[in-house]
């Protein structure tokens, strides 16, 4: 039986993509997750988190791992598709791809998961024996404990190759952050601007702000 869990990693900040993984294995395979201590990704050290990433792609029958940029997740808010379900469409993907028996999914929606594996079922190509969509299951069940750690390793990749790029310190890419907040108010139109999700509710502050001042300059 082959056992999947799915987890996500950059709900939150305004900078950077969100990044959605699936890691696949034989049931016969899931007590070396054991062995390993493979646990969700934020109760692993960053050094181990990396050293983990290498070994869970040894061990997975198969995994998926899908980056969704800003500029994505802005034009699909566009369409109405809220971030819960842009990552079931994206967990559908995964599924579809991986074809496996069980699913364990960390799901956005509590307490009713429910909701979220309705999200995946109404956009799969395939349908697994089971789709267990279950807030906290990174916690619950090392198949989702694997699929958050190759998630947050990729995710913090693509932060650095983004910091490489820009040259210049955003923070931790969270709202709340002082210098995350000072970069997006001075880039949110500039050349960086592809970074910054602008569905986000401060960006949308700062087009407010922008269309009062502009016709206050007019009247």
């Given at each position: 039986m082959?056992?999947?869990?799915?987890?996500?990693?950059g709900?939150?900040?305004?900078?950077?993509?969100?990044?959605?993984?699936?890691?696949?294995?034989?049931?016969?395979?899931?007590?070396?997750?054991?062995?390993?201590?493979v646990?969700?990704?934020?109760?692993?050290?960053?050094?181990?988190?990396?050293?983990?990433?290498?070994?869970?792609?040894?061990?997975?029958?198969s995994?998926?791992?899908?980056?969704?940029?800003?500029?994505?997740?802005?034009?699909?808010?566009?369409?109405?598709?809220?971030?819960?379900?842009?990552?079931?469409?994206?967990?559908?993907?995964?599924?579809?791809?991986?074809?496996?028996?069980?699913?364990?999914?960390?799901?956005?929606?509590?307490?009713?998961?429910?909701?979220?594996?309705?999200?995946?079922?109404?956009?799969?190509?395939?349908?697994?024996?089971?789709?267990?969509?279950?807030?906290?299951?990174?916690?619950?069940?090392?198949?989702?404990?694997?699929?958050?750690?190759?998630?947050?390793?990729?995710?913090?990749?693509?932060?650095?190759?983004?910091?490489?790029?820009?040259?210049?310190?955003?923070?931790?890419?969270?709202?709340?952050?002082?210098?995350?907040?000072?970069?997006?108010?001075?880039?949110?139109?500039?050349?960086?601007?592809?970074?910054?999700?602008?569905?986000?509710?401060?960006?949308?502050?700062?087009?407010?702000?922008?269309?009062?001042?502009?016709?206050?300059?007019?009247?």
């Open positions: 082959k056992i999947c869990g799915i987890d996500e990693a709900r939150g900040p305004v900078i950077g993509p969100l990044v959605i993984a699936g890691a696949c294995f034989d049931e016969k395979d899931l007590p070396e997750l054991v062995r390993l201590n646990r969700d990704s934020k109760l692993v050290p960053e050094k181990k988190r990396k050293e983990l990433f290498n070994e869970i792609i040894k061990l997975a029958h995994y998926k791992i899908i980056i969704v940029p800003a500029d994505e997740i802005d034009s699909t808010n566009a369409k109405g598709i809220n971030l819960n379900h842009l990552e079931a469409i994206k967990a559908a993907e995964i599924i579809s791809e991986l074809k496996p028996d069980v699913v364990y999914v960390d799901s956005p929606t509590s307490p009713d998961a429910k909701t979220f594996a309705k999200y995946i079922r109404d956009h799969l190509d395939f349908l697994p024996k089971d789709i267990h969509a279950e807030h906290k299951a990174d916690v619950n069940h090392r198949e989702a404990s694997a699929a958050s750690i190759l998630a947050k390793v990729t995710r913090d990749a693509e932060i650095e190759k983004i910091k490489k790029e820009v040259k210049l310190d955003f923070g931790s890419g969270y709202s709340a952050d002082p210098i995350t907040k000072k970069f997006v108010e001075e880039h949110w139109e500039n050349t960086l601007a592809k970074y910054i999700r602008h569905s986000w509710g401060n960006i949308k502050k700062l087009k407010h702000l922008k269309a009062q001042q502009k016709l206050n300059f007019q009247n």
